[in-house]
């Protein structure tokens, strides 16, 4: 496993986060979907290579049984809502956006306060982590309201 000891952090040196990290405390202030999107959105990215050979890393790191156990606390903090906007519940697949990307460095240094600490880390649908990552809101679609469906509507024959 790559970080087999992260149970606890006594004792070890956890990298700071400067002033410019984007926080979950100050993204639940926002009061409107289309505000908490523009807050994760990720300018200039597309196209950036990530991990390249090394996405071993990341692919091993979001096995580990400490993320896993991180992710369900997050999905809970959530409530399952996509940005933690109450609402906005999903209902596929949860992803857990890290507020500010990770870095070959953090999984190597285990920086455990850029991939485990609750105050980088949000609850968001596909569909808004694609568009948080590919700067396009076109690409949300949890802010479009739901179809009401009625009795027989997809039946073709019955009324």
Known sequence: MLL???ESTAGKKVKMM????KRYSELIKIPTYIGRYEYLRVPGRIGESTFGFDRWLNQRFYH????????????ARDLGCDMAFDGYEIYGHIYIHHLNPITREDLINQNLSALLDPEFLVCVSYSTHQAIH???ARLLSAHEAPIERRPNDTCLWKE
Do not use: L
């Open 134 to 136: 590919y700067g396009d």
């Open 18 to 21: 400067s002033d410019e990290r």
């Open 4 to 6: 087999p000891q992260c």
């Open 64 to 75: 580990d049984k400490v993320w896993k156990r991180t992710k369900r606390d997050i999905i």
